[in-house]
């Protein structure tokens, strides 16, 4: 039991003259949520799909509860759960009844109509899939991908178009599943989501990874003190006034950044320095508050501003 949910080593997809994926290493936890990020077409798709033996590396190890999704297939397909990103229901079957056939493929499911309870599907329960809306279908795929009790679950971008109502019950249930000691490996565009909810960020561009850590970790540190106020401020005086090892800068036109080496970040005392050097100065320093890094300042260092084709 003590293999990891998922291991990834080396890992190669091409398509034609595309290498999706680069030479991809990785490492899932059990019983913890780890995000795979990254802009589109950075590769995590095919990633996933590797893992979940829909399609075949061309390079590179994968192992799945210690198994090669591949040869493995069989005994891996009851311990695992999987929802695509779109499609893998018929679209004429009704949501009950995909979920009652899914539950009688697996030994101990969690009762359908539980299930559908809980992601809100009841009242759609006879209704064909193709005329669930997209967040109703997104639900069932995900309540799909729950019931036979995986001790791994693979969701891509499992709240893509849902509503606040739906993706928080979408959260509780990943919680749930984590508490359960459930590994979780999803993909997400939401950088907040992914800072809630992950135990374990993976960042993915051009098909190799440029961060891998606790989620906790990537976003230490780089605290800043922001505010704004009238632009053209001097902020070689401002930075004077501060202890060593700050700097000030103005970023856009009234927008200022007070940073600071201490690894702890802004202290009560430089936030009473800036204050009481602006009132010195008659600035009033609207907004003012202490930033912290957030996945999102991490994610966008790391790959940049430029939109992915
Ligand atoms: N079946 C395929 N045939 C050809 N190229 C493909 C195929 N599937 C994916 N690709 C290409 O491989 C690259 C990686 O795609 P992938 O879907 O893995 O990325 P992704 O990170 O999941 O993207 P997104 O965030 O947009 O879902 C892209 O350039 C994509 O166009």
Same mark, same amino acid.
């Given at each position: /039991?003590?293999?990891? =949910?998922?291991?990834?080593?080396?890992?190669?997809?091409?398509?034609?003259?595309?290498?999706?994926?680069?030479?991809?290493?990785?490492?899932?936890?059990?019983?913890?949520?780890?995000?795979?990020?990254?802009?589109?077409?950075?590769?995590?798709?095919?990633?996933?799909?590797?893992?979940?033996?829909?399609?075949?590396?061309?390079?590179?190890?994968?192992?799945?509860?210690?198994?090669?999704?591949?040869?493995?297939?069989?005994?891996?397909?009851?311990?695992?759960?999987? /929802?695509?990103?779109?499609?893998?229901?018929?679209?004429?079957?009704?949501?009950?009844?995909?979920?009652?056939? /899914?539950?009688?493929?697996?030994?101990?499911?969690?009762?359908?109509?539980?299930l559908l309870e809980r992601?809100?599907?009841?009242?759609?329960?006879?209704?064909?899939?193709?005329?669930?809306?997209?967040?109703?279908?997104?639900?069932?795929?995900?309540?799909?991908?729950?019931?036979?009790?995986?001790?791994?679950?693979?969701?891509?971008?499992?709240?893509?178009?849902?509503?606040?109502?739906?993706?928080?019950?979408?959260? &509780?249930?990943?919680?749930?599943?984590?508490?359960?000691?459930?590994?979780?490996?999803?993909?997400?565009?939401? /950088?907040?989501?992914? &800072?809630?909810?992950?135990?374990?960020?993976?960042?993915?561009?051009?098909?190799?990874v440029v961060a891998d850590?606790?989620?906790?970790?990537?976003?230490?540190?780089?605290?800043?003190?922001?505010?704004?106020?009238?632009?053209?401020?001097?902020?070689? =005086?401002?930075?004077?006034?501060?202890?060593?090892?700050?700097?000030?800068?103005?970023?856009?036109?009234?927008?200022?950044?007070?940073t600071c080496a201490d690894?702890?970040?802004?202290?009560?005392?430089?936030?009473?320095?800036?204050?009481?050097?602006? =009132?010195?100065?008659?600035?009033?320093? &609207?907004?003012?508050?202490?930033?912290?890094?957030?996945?999102?300042?991490?994610?966008?260092?790391?790959?940049?501003?430029?939109?992915?084709?």
């Amino acid at each position: /039991m003590d293999t990891p =949910a998922v291991e990834v080593t080396d890992l190669v997809k091409r398509y034609g003259d595309v290498t999706a994926v680069a030479g991809l290493s990785f490492t899932a936890a059990r019983g913890a949520v780890t995000a795979l990020l990254g802009p589109n077409g950075a590769g995590k798709t095919s990633t996933i799909e590797i893992c979940e033996g829909f399609r075949r590396a061309d390079a590179g190890r994968v192992r799945v509860l210690g198994l090669d999704p591949v040869r493995d297939s069989r005994a891996l397909k009851p311990r695992v759960g999987v /929802m695509p990103q779109s499609g893998g229901v018929p679209t004429g079957v009704r949501a009950g009844e995909w979920l009652r056939l /899914m539950a009688a493929l697996h030994a101990r499911p969690v009762p359908p109509e539980a299930l559908l309870e809980r992601l809100g599907l009841s009242a759609v329960e006879r209704t064909p899939f193709r005329r669930l809306s997209g967040g109703q279908q997104q639900r069932l795929s995900l309540a799909a991908a729950v019931i036979g009790r995986p001790e791994l679950v693979f969701l891509d971008e499992p709240t893509a178009g849902l509503d606040p109502q739906a993706r928080m019950a979408t959260w &509780e249930l990943i919680g749930d599943l984590r508490a359960a000691g459930v590994g979780v490996v999803l993909t997400t565009h939401y /950088m907040e989501e992914a &800072e809630r909810l992950s135990d374990h960020v993976v960042i993915i561009d051009h098909g190799r990874v440029v961060a891998d850590g606790p989620t906790s970790d990537l976003t230490r540190g780089g605290q800043e003190l922001r505010f704004r106020t009238r632009t053209g401020l001097d902020v070689s =005086a401002l930075a004077a006034a501060l202890p060593a090892g700050c700097a000030v800068a103005e970023h856009g036109a009234g927008h200022y950044t007070v940073t600071c080496a201490d690894p702890a970040g802004p202290s009560p005392g430089l936030v009473a320095t800036v204050t009481t050097w602006c =009132a010195a100065h008659d600035v009033i320093p &609207e907004d003012l508050r202490v930033h912290r890094r957030t996945l999102e300042d991490v994610f966008l260092e790391l790959t940049g501003r430029d939109l992915r084709n």
